[in-house]
């Protein structure tokens, strides 16, 4: 088949890190070529370079045996370059017709065409099976329906090749299904396709080919149908991966117990209803849900940062209820938050900065008449990186440019120097690639040795099977009966997560 | 005195002062709104009106005629802005520091250049500004008549903005564009349009608005500069473009609602200033303009890239 896209030799680095080594691959027309590799591989910025986003120190880029203008977006588009990004580029505050319009007349016109552009879109909707009402504001729009948009956009520039960066990543099942029943017809309808993603699975049921990049250089290339699971699952991690084992466990006292928890929220929609739950030390206890049942509001009641209407908490025997998440922190209680970069780091402060914002009542590092000791927070951080497996440049360096599994290495790392004796694990590897999601569970199994109490919050059913000891379903705000990890039956959890039973 | 007080709402000079009052205040409203609606805080906003209302004001005491005012005023502003997109926006430094900046160096060069040109005048000369034209017809509908149909070609012009500000921000693509630039500047560079270019575009615009808002108080109500006479106008367009909403018609009743407070005040100090302190009514129209906000702004109308230095080619 004849090639549309052809990269030549790519290279970028950004300081000391290597993020593109060499890189040289092609697309054919009506393929869809998958990109394989873990967080940090240098996925996203193979695609920025091709975008244009970013400029390559070396390398070309043709396209239809053009070769593209380097660093210029718009040359991409004009040549028929769609790309998704994984973070949406849209602005929340406008309408769907408004994002989708901007850029695509010149500047100078005064007048925009709106009500051809309508038809359009409506038709482009239609088409490939993307509905979304033109005039709805994006900040009312679910995860799924932004990404429609993103799609729509570049299907409205006449895309030839799109490009869509982990696609998947905050999409329900049923938003993968619809989107993959829209890929499959751009590509009848003559579009390439370029899907990035670190899920195996995803990745074998759409692609056509799989191109595998690992620390920034391409290591392998497959076609999708000769392709084996765990052969690929080691070529992405380089090595074998060995899944962790439960071990027995040994029970200690309750470290934790909610009664009746009831939470409200402003409106006054119930969004905790009398949950009930215990933890014992030496216990991992799963919750399953399909997000968006609570299961955010749950793990702040647990770490204080949201009060209960009704119920009460106990954390080691103390009624906590009402209390600061400082108590909570002081009484052991570790928080893993859902959103690692909103609610859990500071981007723009360096890595030591994140390591020691919970020390503030460490008199080694927050010295007397408030002086900051800086060798002592030095060689916090370098402990906690080193024992997490964090991989750094620089302690100095801002958190955000660490990859989400770095990142949620160094959270989880900065919550064991405390020692805690219950953790609230809130998703906590979505998102994250096979190896620091291996890391994470080592890390949360080990803690289950040393007697703490674990609350596992995940919509993973896989990983709960794995870790937990009991499974309970949330579901619109409500628990469902506690069942052991050896009596589960995977149909039945699927159906209390539909919100049988409740 | 309450019923006299309630008098002024029905008396036509009342509201023509009130036209009069915020016609400086809607266009310098307008030009922040445009500004912010990019993204960016224009501070330097006090400091662009200072030197609009002397650039217009020397144009045609040196000779030059209204119109040819207008066009320097609106030149040097959107120079300024040029300016301030340098700083703020090329090389990506503090919004708030470039924009105070602004205003320090716009007012002092512009009060150093009005001595230079006059260093002996004690009383300022007047030039001959903008005449009150009576639109025919109009202008005799009693009440509304000399409330709205009396005022000069410059307030004429100076509400005529709004819908202008309107159309461009809701109809063309260069106002599209500018609100995706201050909601999201990544979805404008993933569509093609360079952020940076979008964002001085808005700066230059805005400014001149500005510096015309400032070329009002010399060229049409008071017809000549004096110094300090901007006096705190920028920073009360900067609280109405909140009051607003970001949204130009909104704007235009945040103006019109402060400056017939301060048209009120100042006749309820002739009224009332026997027993209450003056200082109280010169107050009032900050007080309410407080009051107005806490029920008009809402958060949600926020650009959401406000403040925030875009970087092309930067990890994310």
Request: hydrophobic share 45%.
């Amino acid at each position: 088949m004849k090639a549309l896209l052809n990269v030549e030799n790519i290279s970028k680095s950004f300081g000391k890190l290597n993020a593109n080594k060499n890189i040289t691959f092609n697309v054919a027309t009506g393929e869809i070529l998958a990109i394989l590799g873990e967080n940090g591989a240098g996925k996203t910025t193979l695609m920025n370079i091709i975008f244009g986003h970013y400029l390559a120190d070396k390398g070309t880029i043709k396209f239809n045996n053009n070769e593209l203008k380097p660093g210029d977006p718009k040359a991409a588009i004009s040549a028929g370059i769609g790309m998704v990004h994984q973070h949406f580029t849209l602005a929340e505050n406008l309408t769907v017709l408004e994002n989708t319009l901007v850029g695509t007349q010149s500047l100078y016109h005064p007048n925009l065409t709106k009500r051809k552009s309508i038809d359009k879109l409506n038709y482009l909707a239609r088409e490939f099976g993307l509905e979304l009402d033109p005039k709805q504001l994006v900040r009312n729009l679910s995860v799924g329906e932004k990404q429609r948009i993103e799609i729509l956009k570049t299907l409205f520039s006449d895309c030839k090749l799109l490009i869509l960066d982990e696609p998947t990543a905050s999409l329900t099942p049923q938003e993968v299904t619809t989107l993959f029943t829209s890929i499959r017809k751009m590509v009848t309808n003559g579009v390439s396709v370029i899907i990035i993603s670190h899920k195996l699975n995803e990745i074998l049921e759409i692609s056509d080919r799989i191109v595998v990049l690992r620390s920034g250089a391409v290591v392998g290339e497959v076609k999708t149908k000769n392709a084996d699971k765990t052969q690929l699952g080691e070529m992405i991690v380089g090595h074998k991966i060995n899944r962790p084992n439960r071990g027995k466990n040994v029970i200690g006292e309750t470290k934790i117990k909610l009664c009746s928890i009831s939470v409200k929220s402003d409106n006054g929609t119930s969004i905790l209803d009398k949950v009930t739950l215990e933890a014992r030390g030496g216990e991992i206890i799963g919750i399953a849900g399909v997000a968006g049942n609570g299961q955010k509001v749950l793990a702040e009641t647990m770490s204080g940062h949201v009060t209960p209407a009704f119920g009460t908490i106990y954390i080691n025997g103390k009624n906590l209820t009402g209390k600061y998440p400082e108590d909570f922190m002081r009484s052991g209680v570790a928080y893993i938050p859902e959103d690692r970069n909103l609610d859990g780091t500071i981007g723009d402060m360096s890595i030591w900065e994140n390591v020691i914002l919970s020390e503030t009542k460490n008199t080694k590092i927050f010295q007397k008449n408030g002086i900051l000791n800086r060798i002592n927070s030095h060689n916090l951080a370098h402990a906690v990186c080193q024992n997490n497996d964090v991989r750094y440049q620089s302690i100095q360096q801002p958190a955000r440019l660490l990859s989400g599994g770095n990142i949620q290495k160094l959270l989880i790392g900065r919550w064991l120097i405390r020692k805690p004796n219950v953790i609230i694990a809130c998703q906590p590897s979505r998102g994250l690639d096979e190896g620091a999601i291996s890391t994470v569970h080592k890390t949360l199994l080990s803690e289950r040795k040393k007697s703490t109490a674990i609350i596992l919050i995940s919509e993973d059913l896989d990983e709960l099977l794995l870790l937990s000891d009991k499974i309970l379903v949330l579901y619109n705000g409500k628990l469902s009966e506690t069942i052991e990890n050896r009596n589960v039956n995977i149909n039945q959890l699927g159906l209390k997560m539909a919100g049988e039973g409740f | 005195m309450i019923l006299e007080l309630l008098e002024l709402l029905f008396n036509a000079g009342f509201w023509a002062a009130t036209i009069r009052i915020a016609c400086p205040l809607l266009m310098a409203t307008l030009g922040e709104l445009i500004c912010e609606r990019a993204g960016v805080l224009n501070l330097g906003i006090e400091g662009i009106m200072t030197i609009g209302a002397l650039v217009g004001w020397t144009t045609v005491y040196l000779g030059g005629d209204l119109s040819t005012g207008i066009l320097v005023a609106a030149l040097v502003g959107a120079s300024f802005g040029l300016l301030h997109a340098l700083f703020s926006v090329y090389l990506g430094a503090s919004q708030h520091v470039t924009g105070i900046g602004i205003t320090l160096f716009a007012s002092s060069i512009g009060y150093y250049s009005f001595r230079i040109l006059l260093p002996s005048s004690t009383t300022p000369p007047k030039i001959v500004a903008f005449q009150t034209i009576e639109i025919p017809v109009l202008s005799d509908i009693p009440f509304l008549g000399i409330a709205l149909f009396q005022h000069t070609t410059f307030t004429y012009f100076a509400f005529l903005m709004v819908p202008i500000v309107f159309w461009l921000m809701n109809k063309t693509p260069l106002g599209l564009a500018i609100k995706v630039a201050g909601e999201n500047p990544m979805a404008l560079e993933a569509q093609g349009l360079d952020v940076l270019f979008i964002r001085t575009i808005a700066l230059m615009i805005g400014s001149a608005l500005m510096a015309l808002g400032g070329a009002y108080l010399t060229m049409s109500a008071f017809d000549a500069f004096y110094f300090g006479m901007v006096n705190g106008r920028g920073w009360i367009a900067i609280a109405l473009v909140i009051f607003a909403s970001w949204q130009p018609f909104r704007a235009l009743l945040g103006a019109i609602l402060f400056a017939a407070f301060d048209a009120f005040q100042v006749r309820a100090q002739q009224l009332a200033g026997a027993f209450i302190a003056y200082q109280f009514f010169l107050m009032l129209p900050y007080i309410l303009s407080i009051v107005a906000m806490i029920f008009a702004a809402k958060s949600t109308h926020y650009p959401r890239a406000l403040l925030i230095p875009f970087r092309r080619g930067e990890r994310h």
